[in-house]
C-alpha cells in the first residue's frame, strides 16, 4: 500500500513539474467588445495590455478582419493609435511562443493602413529581442474574410512584450492581434520545492528497500 502512495506521490510530482510551463492562450474573450471606445489599458487571461489608444473588437463592422471573437486592435487613423505592452499581471517572467496578427481594415477599405509588425521583447536581465512581421494582406481565413496569420515567435525569460504597428511609409499603421500563446516561467524557489518533494520520495523508497 506504501509503495503505492510513493509511487502516486512521485507521479504527481513529476506532472506537476512538468505542468508548470504549460502553455496558455490569451483570446481577449473575457473583455467586453469596446467597439469604437478607447482603451489604455485592460486585463486579460491574468496579463495586462496598455497603451495609450486601442480597441477590443468583436467584428461589428464587415470591413475590418475577424478572429471569430474578441481581439485586440490599435489604428493609426489621426495619430490615435500607439504601441501596446503586455506583461504578466503578476509579475512572473513568461515566454511568448506565438500569437495571430492581422490588419484592422480588410486590404479593400480606404481606411486600411498596414505594413508590419513589430515585436520587441524586453528579457528579465537587460537582454532585448525584435521581430518584424509582414501582414500579407490576403483574405485567407475562413469565408475568404478572416485575415488573421500565425506566427511562431519563440521567445523566453520575457519581462515584457511592445507591439507597434508600422505602414509602408514607416509611420505608425493599423494591427490586431489574437490567440497569443504565452506560458509562464516558474520561480527558482517552485523547482526548489518539487525536487526537495522529489527527494524525499526518493529516501522513502530508499529506506523500504532497505529495510525489506
Do not use: C
Not at 500500500?1 to 505542468?19: D, H, P, Q
Not at 489608444?53 to 489604428?75: C, M, Q
Not at 486600411?112 to 485567407?140: A, E, Y
Amino acid at each position: 500500500m506504501k509503495n503505492i502512495t510513493y509511487a502516486t506521490i512521485f507521479g504527481t510530482a513529476v506532472l506537476a513539474l512538468s505542468g508548470i510551463t504549460q502553455a496558455a492562450t490569451i483570446t481577449f474573450d473575457d473583455l467586453a467588445p469596446t467597439g469604437n471606445g478607447i482603451s489604455t489599458a485592460v486585463t486579460s487571461d491574468g496579463f495586462n495590455f496598455v497603451g495609450d489608444h486601442f480597441h477590443i473588437i468583436d467584428t461589428p463592422d464587415s470591413r475590418v478582419v475577424s478572429s471569430g471573437s474578441n481581439y485586440l486592435s490599435a489604428e493609426a487613423a489621426l495619430g490615435l493609435g500607439r504601441s501596446v505592452t503586455m506583461s504578466h499581471a503578476g509579475g512572473s517572467l513568461f515566454n511568448l511562443i506565438g500569437l495571430e496578427v492581422g490588419e484592422l481594415w480588410l486590404p479593400s477599405e480606404s481606411l486600411n493602413d498596414f505594413s508590419d509588425v513589430i515585436l520587441t521583447g524586453n528579457q528579465f536581465g537587460g537582454g532585448v529581442l525584435s521581430t518584424t512581421i509582414h501582414l500579407d494582406g490576403i483574405r485567407d481565413g475562413v469565408g475568404g474574410v478572416n485575415d488573421f496569420q500565425s506566427e511562431a515567435i519563440g521567445w523566453t525569460n520575457l519581462v515584457s512584450v511592445t507591439i507597434t504597428g508600422m505602414n509602408s511609409s514607416g509611420a505608425f499603421g493599423d494591427y490586431s492581434i489574437d490567440s497569443i500563446n504565452v506560458s509562464l516561467v516558474p520561480e527558482p524557489e517552485t523547482y526548489a520545492l518539487l525536487l526537495a518533494g522529489l527527494g524525499v520520495v526518493g529516501a522513502f523508497a530508499h529506506r523500504r528497500k532497505v529495510e525489506g
